[in-house]
Every structure is written in C-alpha cells, then in structure tokens.
C-alpha cells in the first residue's frame, strides 16, 4: 500500500467515526426526549388520578321565584334567599349555577345543565324558593310563568322535585343535597277541588339529604325579614359549617323551638357520605 492510499483510508475510517458518532447523539438525545415525555405522561396520570380520588366536585342548582304574575305581591325573599345562598355555597366550593325567577323553560334548561355536568364523585346540591304545589302526591316547583287551572296543569307546567331526585340519581352523583323553601300559600289553592295545601312528602332516594320548610300539607307565611325563616337559619347554621346532617338538623330546631312548634320543618335523610360544608375539597 502506498502513501497515498493509506491517507485515504485513514481519511475513511475518521469520516465513518464521525457518522457513527453523530448517530450515537442522535439515538441518546431521542431516547432521552421519549424518556421525559413517559414521565411527562405519568405526571399527568398520577394528577388525573389523584384528583378523581381525592377530590370531590360540587354543584349547586340555586332557583329563587319571586315575580309571579298572578300573584299579588312579589316573593322578594325567594331572590335574596338564592343570592345569599349562592354566595355562602360558592365560600364551601360548590360550583353553582343560579336562576332567578325562572320561566318553565329556564328551569329545564337549569336541570339539564345540571344532569350534563355530574359525575360519580358529584355532591349535588339542589335550592328553591318560591311557590310549590303537590299534585298526583309529589311535589312540584313552579316557574313563575306557569298558568295554574286545574291538578294537570301542575304536572305539566311545575318541574317535579321527584324527578330532578331520580335524575341525580341516575347519573350517580355520590350524594344529593336538596333544600325547598316552598311551603307557602299561593296563588292557585282555590282553583281546583282536589287541591291540598303544602307540600308533599318527598322522599330521600339512595344518599340523599332533604330539608323542607314546613311538614307536609302544611304551609306558612312569610315574614318581614330580608330573608325567609328557613333560609335565614340555614345560612347561619352553614356559615358555622360542619357536617351537611348538622347544618340541616340545627336549622330544623331552631325553627321549632322558634316558632314554639307552629313551623316545624321536615328532614328526610337516606344520606351515607359524611359531607361537610366549609371544605372545598373532599366529601
């Protein structure tokens, strides 16, 4: 082999170094990026799962009537009853979504919203305030463009409690929260024969946790506070937190002993999740 060849061939070899040193960055700098991206990729679904697990989501569904037509004065203590609720819920990090003086279709709309958003770890919170009427015995709210004629026209214009109960339910919120501020005389009792007053019992489905404001079939008046006795009582009681059995059994008392038993409120409870207001976070 002559000189020149040998400088070739050494030439040869230093050229395939570098290509074989160039590859061997290339693959490590790949295999370093695939290696953060699988980390990455864990972070996110270590994150995804921990939250799922150890956290709870909250809704609220906040319905406060207070312009009905056919009534001779407006409820303004059903609208200041579901702002004020809106507010202290929202400070116990519930998600809430309020409706004021809601047509029937407004309440369909508010519901479906509702039903999209639970998931199996939802605690779902339902208020409303207004007019309320049992037909059929379930309990109806009313919308405050409902025309009131006869038993039918509460079952096709009311929004049945029952059933926003049953819907949660069906789509497995963990537990059901429902407080109805509707036990008042209204406008449409002297319409049709078959009329009863109040409300009737509503009945608490799997994890469910239900304060009225009256007993059934029984219906109380308003007084002259910015805010009606139920809800006045329970935005105390909610203020100083604890347990949602607390909050609504306190309330309860309070009432009673207030009124020396003229207004009793009705608890219904079939609730198995230890859920407390005050906490953001968990059940």
């Given at each position: 082999m002559n000189v020149r060849q040998l400088e070739l061939s050494r030439r040869t070899i230093a050229v395939a170094a570098a290509l074989i040193g160039t590859v061997s960055l290339v693959i490590g700098a790949h295999a370093a990026l695939n290696m953060r991206a699988i980390d990455a990729a864990k972070a996110v679904s270590t994150d995804e799962v921990t939250g799922s697990i150890g956290q709870s989501s909250r809704l609220a569904l906040v319905i406060g009537n207070g312009h009905?037509?056919?009534?001779?004065?407006?409820?303004?203590?059903?609208?200041?009853?579901?702002?004020?609720?809106?507010?202290?819920?929202?400070?116990?990090?519930?998600?809430?979504?309020?409706?004021?003086?809601?047509?029937?279709?407004?309440?369909?709309?508010?519901?479906?919203?509702?039903?999209?958003r639970i998931k199996r770890d939802t605690v779902v919170?339902?208020?409303?305030?207004?007019?309320?009427?049992?037909?059929?015995?379930?309990?109806y709210m009313l919308p405050v463009d409902a025309v009131i004629w006869k038993e039918s026209d509460v079952r096709r214009q009311g929004v049945s409690i029952d059933g926003v109960l049953d819907m949660m339910k069906e789509q497995g919120a963990k537990a059901k929260l429902?407080?109805?501020?509707?036990s008042r005389r209204n406008p449409y009792e002297r319409r049709?024969?078959?009329?009863?007053?109040?409300?009737?019992?509503i009945s608490a489905t799997d994890n469910a946790l239900i304060l009225s404001s009256a007993s059934p079939g029984k219906v109380v008046d308003d007084d002259k506070g910015e805010h009606s006795v139920l809800v006045g009582e329970f935005l105390t009681n909610l203020?100083?937190?604890?347990?949602?059995?607390?909050?609504?059994?306190?309330?309860?008392?309070?009432?009673?002993?207030?009124?020396?038993?003229?207004?009793?409120?009705?608890?219904?409870?079939?609730?198995?999740?230890?859920?407390?207001?005050?906490?953001?976070?968990g059940g």
């Open positions: 009905y037509p056919d009534a001779s004065a407006p409820l303004t203590q059903s609208i200041n009853d579901a702002r004020a609720l809106s507010s202290s819920l929202r400070k116990s990090g519930f998600d809430v979504d309020m409706v004021e003086d809601a047509t029937k279709d407004d309440m369909v709309r508010a519901v479906n919203r509702l039903k999209s919170m339902l208020f409303f305030g207004g007019y309320g009427v049992q037909a059929g015995r379930e309990s429902v407080v109805v501020d509707a049709f024969r078959s009329y009863s007053h109040g409300l009737a019992p203020t100083a937190q604890g347990s949602a059995e607390s909050v609504f059994n306190k309330t309860r008392v309070a009432i009673s002993r207030a009124s020396e038993g003229d207004q009793v409120p009705t608890i219904s409870s079939s609730l198995l999740e230890d859920v407390h207001f005050g906490e953001a976070a």
